[in-house]
């Protein structure tokens, strides 16, 4: 299925405002705000953004062998144990795995979009470049929609993530 340029155009820029969104609702909060959590079972709204910088570096560095040794240094931020981050570090690693991604995006072919990638005794299930851009998107605005829900339950600003 071929995908008219205009939808594609229209989704990538959906994602952008999203990475903006979420920068501006990540970009005030103090360290105890980062570490408000909306169950005590839950990560917290700092764990949940590390948790979105984790899971871009993983997918591009280890899945799609892309960004380089800049993306492969965010791949264990949200790994426990790893150290606290200040939402200006947050901030910084959201930009830059996003301009990592765009890049990738940007340079990849038709043909290298649909390339196929797993398939491995380690790793059986195969997957298309495509369907890990999708799988960030929504990743993405899942685990986004657990930062603003949290933000709003804590009486704080939560844009319409």
């Given at each position: 299925?071929?995908i008219?340029?205009?939808?594609?155009?229209?989704?990538?820029?959906?994602?952008?405002?999203?990475?903006?969104?979420?920068?501006?609702?990540i970009?005030?909060?103090?360290?105890?705000?980062?570490?408000?959590?909306?169950?005590?079972?839950?990560?917290?709204?700092?764990?949940?953004?590390?948790?979105?910088?984790?899971?871009?570096?993983?997918?591009?560095?280890?899945?799609?062998?892309?960004?380089?040794?800049?993306?492969?240094?965010?791949?264990?931020?949200?790994?426990?144990?790893?150290?606290?981050?200040?939402?200006?570090?947050?901030?910084?690693?959201?930009?830059?795995?996003?301009?990592?991604?765009?890049?990738?995006?940007?340079?990849?072919?038709?043909?290298?979009?649909?390339?196929?990638?797993?398939?491995?005794?380690?790793?059986?299930?195969?997957?298309?470049?495509?369907?890990?851009?999708?799988?960030?998107?929504?990743?993405?605005?899942?685990?986004?929609?657990?930062?603003?829900?949290?933000?709003?339950?804590?009486?704080?600003?939560?844009?319409?993530?």
């Open positions: 299925m071929t008219p340029q205009s939808t594609f155009s229209v989704l990538l820029q959906g994602w952008k405002d999203y990475q903006t969104l979420l920068i501006k609702a970009a005030p909060l103090t360290a105890d705000q980062l570490a408000l959590k909306s169950a005590p079972h839950l990560r917290s709204i700092g764990e949940l953004v590390l948790h979105i910088i984790d899971a871009r570096a993983g997918w591009c560095s280890y899945d799609l062998h892309e960004g380089g040794e800049e993306m492969a240094s965010f791949m264990d931020w949200g790994r426990p144990g790893m150290p606290t981050r200040s939402a200006a570090e947050m901030v910084n690693a959201l930009e830059t795995t996003w301009q990592l991604m765009q890049d990738i995006i940007a340079r990849w072919t038709p043909e290298e979009w649909e390339h196929v990638l797993g398939g491995t005794p380690e790793e059986p299930d195969t997957f298309t470049r495509s369907w890990v851009i999708w799988h960030l998107i929504e990743h993405d605005t899942h685990h986004g929609g657990e930062v603003s829900l949290t933000l709003g339950m804590h009486g704080l600003e939560a844009p319409a993530l």
